[in-house]
Nanobody, 124 residues
Framework: QVQLVESGGGLVQAGGSLRLSCAAS????????MGWYRQAPGKQRELVAV???????NYADSVKGRFTISRDNAKNTVYLQMNSLKPEDTAVYFC??????????????????WGQGTQVTVST
């Protein structure tokens, strides 16, 4: 089994900062891309940022220059540093990981996993 456990959400005033963490645990061979998505009430889930195993990153235009994604491969953990937060950043943030694992002896496959979500609320 594999689990993604997020932490670091909360309530912050506009202009403030939060740091989200997401740790993957379980039977993991390796992890390819890891990313953060968010879903605001009444809206579809959207990509916030993604980072490859080699460290290449990609960001949604709405967060460029304010958010930074990073990862610690030794800890199977991805982080999202969020600065200059705005009320429109309010959403449930979900961690995602493309995890290589062996569910059949001798075979390794890539599987998509999601965290349970953590609430980020930015007040005016």
């Amino acid at each position: 089994q594999v689990q993604l456990v997020e932490s670091g959400g909360g309530l912050v005033q506009a202009g403030g900062s939060l740091r989200l963490s997401c740790a993957a645990s379980g039977s993991i061979f390796s992890i390819n891309a890891m990313g953060w998505y968010r879903q605001a009430p009444g809206k579809q889930r959207e990509l916030v940022a993604v980072i490859t195993s080699g460290g290449s990153t990609n960001y949604a235009d709405s967060v460029k220059g304010r958010f930074t994604i990073s990862r610690d491969n030794a800890k199977n953990t991805v982080y999202l540093q969020m600065n200059s937060l705005k009320p429109e950043d309010t959403a449930v943030y979900f961690c995602n990981a493309q995890i290589l694992r062996s569910v059949v002896p001798g075979r390794v496959g890539e599987y998509d996993y999601w965290g349970q979500g953590t609430q980020v609320t930015v007040s005016t």
